[in-house]
């Protein structure tokens, strides 16, 4: 499979998972987004991703990802990125292992995809 078949796969999924689906940006998040500039929320991605979801192990895991207080956050809860376990059932990687480099920016890369469709979106509705 290849990059774009399979992300065209995963938000496909992710479009038809009544729990992901239910996440959208709020308009205090754009505004947020748009005021710090896309650079800077996928830095905070990768911050969140190395801290909170790259170690092997994670004490807080399933809990670790709050619902509210950042786009990110929210991004996680919809991409199935906010926690190690549905990492494993939805990105195939193996809990209990630390995150490679490799692995991690792929996930950064899911949730700034997310966090860029959901931008177009909300601009259409306007
Ligand atoms: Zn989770």
Redesign the pocket.
């Known amino acids: 499979m290849t990059k774009d078949e399979w992300y065209k796969q995963l938000f496909e999924r992710l479009d038809k998972s009544k729990f992901r689906s239910s996440f959208h940006l709020k308009q205090k998040d754009i505004d947020y987004i748009n005021e710090k500039g896309l650079a800077v929320i996928r830095q905070h991605a990768k911050d969140f991703i190395a801290k909170r979801e790259a170690p092997a192990y994670i004490a807080n895991d399933?809990k670790q990802t709050p619902m509210r207080g950042h786009p990110v956050f929210i991004a996680q809860h919809a991409t199935?990125t906010?926690?190690r376990?549905?990492i494993r059932k939805w990105h195939k990687m193996q809990p209990g292992k630390e995150l490679s480099q490799v692995q991690q920016d792929y996930l950064v890369d899911v949730i700034m995809t997310w966090i860029q469709k959901e931008m177009e979106r909300q601009e259409h509705k306007i």
Do not use: I, M, Q, R
């Open positions: 399933g199935a906010c926690c376990e549905c």
